[in-house]
């Protein structure tokens, strides 16, 4: 009823007949998870979080949620799970029965808009140090905090009985990684296996289902999430799902599909238990000061997903306590639940539809300059797959060049020691390959759209100038779509079209720094960078307009306890200028948690 109710209302906004409605969802599965914890920050944005412990006990007085839980319903979403920091320490099961009244308060809110609320927790219990003492399947310890979670939960919290957990390795050990006598002596998917049907039978004796993701950090754990994840069955219990990112090491948009694609659905008769992990706000695609439409770019995993009979998805979402999102990034999320409920829809008519919606019929015209979002931003942030910024703002000289020239520096040194070659006149950084077939490797190594995560390549001034050569035109692309949105100005709501086209205004000189930070970034590793660029730079952004992207947040979020990472296009500048005078940058931090990714 609720759905058919949200139905009717929608076609009367695209001025449709309302009619007898008989389809209903594809994939069973559509949810969302928070990359945030109440109360504090956003993991990949500098702002806290919109969800609120005080908040949450009155939801239906806050407009914020709202707002929120109506474009849930609008998008059809039926599972909203709630972050708790990754690399944590101390017992997540107390820090959420801590907080039990809001939670269930803002649970029975959601329910109202047909959305079920889960937990983010963590297969075993970090210690007050963040160390994992039993990770054991078949520990009557670990078996014991299960049950006893799940019993409380359901007195606490009866509202919420689903779970996200983290069990996949790195910061979230699994029971794969155990080494008692017992479990040497079964192969690691056994171990896993086990380690579900512990989690699972605790959960099921509140009705609930869970999340297993598959995902990781690092590259280099590609092919352990492909062999320890893949090839599932019938043999899950039926209220386990495992979620793989569906591309290769993170979210990042031009990369290759994740190789355990080929180990999904392969199994004719049984059930295909995957829900894939994407990113709807993207820390590498533009998050929400940059426009990116990625209805297009889904449509192929959407496809692939349900062709392998796959339970649904599960996207990341990161939301801006002002302005929710940029305004034309709500097309991702009108996109992502329309793919959700049929994967076979046109893309172009999703957004034309979302176009109409939302500023009206003459909004239509817009749509290939909607589409040219992505290769705008995409080509702006990306070189070859070689990241030219951090988290979609404009990077500080050490971190840019650990993307570029390597190593990584965040952990990956003992796991892909081969990068460790700073100095070398090259860019790129030969990641591994290891889980793809020998030949489909091979050919991702010499596709020249991924060459600079699986190659290293010699820096010369002619490869400078092809690289160059590709990421201009990013500009000319903002460019266009600033001009396709001028084309609406007297035919939707005014006020609309000013706030967007005072966004894209400043989004075309985004664009335009991130362009020439990466050219005098090539410029300084050539040997060839003048001080009078530098300047010269200064000059050219000094009173122009500009968004968040490269001069900064006024929020003082977690990603600037990571020094050295992102900055403004200022603080880059300032870096060029120090390596000119030969001095040193300053802390970079290379490894590990900070303190706020802990709290």
């Known amino acids: 009823v609720l759905y058919g109710v949200q139905e009717c209302i929608d076609r009367a906004r695209r001025n449709q007949a309302i009619t007898a409605l008989t389809d209903g969802p594809h994939f069973p599965v559509r949810a969302l998870r928070m990359w945030e914890t109440p109360s504090n920050k956003v993991w990949c944005l500098p702002f806290k979080s919109i969800l609120d412990y005080e908040k949450m006990l009155r939801p239906e007085e806050c407009p914020e949620y709202l707002d929120l839980a109506r474009r849930l319903l609008a998008m059809r979403v039926n599972n909203l799970g709630l972050f708790a920091q990754y690399a944590a320490r101390g017992s997540q099961f107390e820090r959420w029965l801590s907080h039990a009244e809001p939670v269930e308060q803002f649970a029975r809110f959601l329910d109202r808009f047909g959305v079920t609320v889960g937990l983010s927790l963590h297969y075993a219990e970090p210690d007050e140090n963040g160390n994992y003492e039993d990770v054991c399947p078949f520990s009557d310890a670990v078996r014991a905090q299960w049950h006893d979670f799940a019993a409380r939960l359901a007195t606490a919290m009866p509202s919420v009985r689903n779970a996200i957990i983290w069990g996949a390795g790195e910061n979230a050990p699994g029971p794969h990684e155990d080494d008692c006598d017992r479990c040497r002596a079964l192969p690691v998917r056994e171990r896993v296996l086990a380690g579900m049907r512990l989690v699972s039978e605790a959960l099921a004796t509140i009705d609930g289902e869970l999340l297993w993701p598959a995902v990781t950090d690092q590259a280099a754990y590609a092919k352990s999430e492909t062999e320890l994840f893949g090839d599932w069955g019938d043999e899950l219990p039926a209220n386990v799902r495992i979620a793989p990112c569906h591309l290769y090491w993170d979210f990042r948009p031009p990369y290759p599909p994740h190789p355990i694609w080929r180990h999904i659905g392969n199994r004719p008769g049984e059930r295909s238990p995957y829900v894939f992990e994407l990113a709807l706000v993207g820390d590498t695609a533009g ?75 003459e909004a239509r015209a817009f749509l290939p300059g909607l589409r040219t979002t992505y290769a705008a931003t995409i080509g702006a942030l990306f070189s070859r797959c070689g990241l030219t910024q951090c988290h979609s703002y404009v990077a500080r000289y050490s971190y840019l060049d650990t993307r570029l020239n390597g190593p990584w520096r965040i952990w990956t040194d003992y796991l892909h020691p081969g990068m460790d070659r700073v100095g070398e006149d090259v860019l790129g950084l030969a990641l591994p390959l290891d889980a793809y077939p020998e030949e489909e490797g091979e050919a991702l190594r010499n596709d020249p759209r991924y060459q600079l995560i699986f190659n290293r390549v010699p820096l010369t001034p002619a490869y400078a100038a092809e690289l160059m050569a590709e990421k201009r035109p990013s500009i000319a692309h903002m460019e266009s779509v600033l001009t396709a949105w001028r084309q609406l100005d007297g035919k939707i709501e005014p006020a609309s079209f000013a706030h967007v086209a005072g966004l894209l205004e400043a989004n075309v000189n985004d664009v335009r720094i991130f362009v020439d930070c990466f050219e005098l970034y090539l410029d300084y590793k050539l040997g060839r960078l003048q001080g009078g660029q530098i300047e010269a730079m200064r000059d050219r952004y000094a009173d122009v307009p500009k968004g968040e992207a490269t001069a900064g947040s006024p929020y003082d979020g977690w990603f600037w306890d990571h020094f050295g990472w992102q900055g403004t296009y200022l603080e880059f500048l300032d870096d060029l200028d120090k390596l000119l005078r030969g001095e040193t940058l300053g802390p970079f931090l290379a490894a590990g948690a900070t303190e706020v990714q802990m709290e």
Do not use: T, V
């Open 287 to 361: 998050l929400n000061f940059l426009p990116c439409s990625m209805a297009h770019r889904w449509q192929e995993e959407f496809l692939k997903a349900a062709d392998k009979n796959c339970d649904g998805f599960d996207a990341n979402l990161g939301i801006h306590p002002e302005h929710i999102d940029h305004p034309l990034n709500l097309s991702n999320w009108y996109a992502y639940g329309k793919l959700c409920w049929n994967p076979y829809l046109n893309p172009d008519d999703i957004l034309s539809e979302w176009l109409m919606m939302e500023y009206g019929e």
